[in-house]
């Protein structure tokens, strides 16, 4: 079962037009010859299609023994069996989290590094059902 993320398209675009606006205030000034010119805008178009690649390609993947959280190169196999809790957020500017919209869930885990992600799936209430279903266990607040 495969759930998309719900994109904040307010955020990606600030984001994106922040790199242009730095790069274009801070590099400018060492474009000396057409050949930096062509390298500098090169860096910055792949940087783009980087940062859109990485924004749009967020999904959620229930696999039999663990769910999959994927956003471009970047990937995290969470096992159902350390999944504690399940709750809304709203705060994103904070933790470890893979989409910047700022009404999602937090799924806690018991893991060394992270013990919980910020995601996004666009039918919250579709996840979380089919979350119960593969993690009983999992303490989900009833709001």
């Known amino acids: 079962m495969v759930y998309h993320s719900k994109p904040d398209v307010f955020f990606i675009t600030f984001i994106f037009l922040l790199i242009w606006i730095m790069g274009f205030i801070f590099l400018v000034p060492f474009i000396t010859s057409f ?6 805008s090169t860096i910055f178009i792949i940087s783009a299609i980087f940062l859109w690649w990485y924004a749009v390609s967020i999904k959620y993947v229930f696999y039999e023994d663990y769910l999959l959280i994927k956003g471009g190169p970047f990937q995290n196999k969470i096992p159902y069996q350390s999944i504690i809790k399940v709750a809304p957020t709203s ?20 893991r060394e590094s992270h013990g919980s992600i ?7 209430m579709k996840f979380i059902n089919e979350l119960k279903k593969r993690c009983p266990n999992v303490q989900i607040p009833h709001n």
Not at 35 to 40: A, K, R
Not at 118 to 124: A, E, G, T, V
Request: aromatic residues 10%.
């Open 35 to 40: 050949t930096t010119l062509i390298i500098i």
């Open 91 to 110: 705060d994103k500017l904070t933790g470890y989290q893979i989409s910047s919209t700022d009404k999602g869930l937090e799924l806690f885990y018991q």
């Open 118 to 124: 910020k995601i996004s799936p666009r039918d919250k």
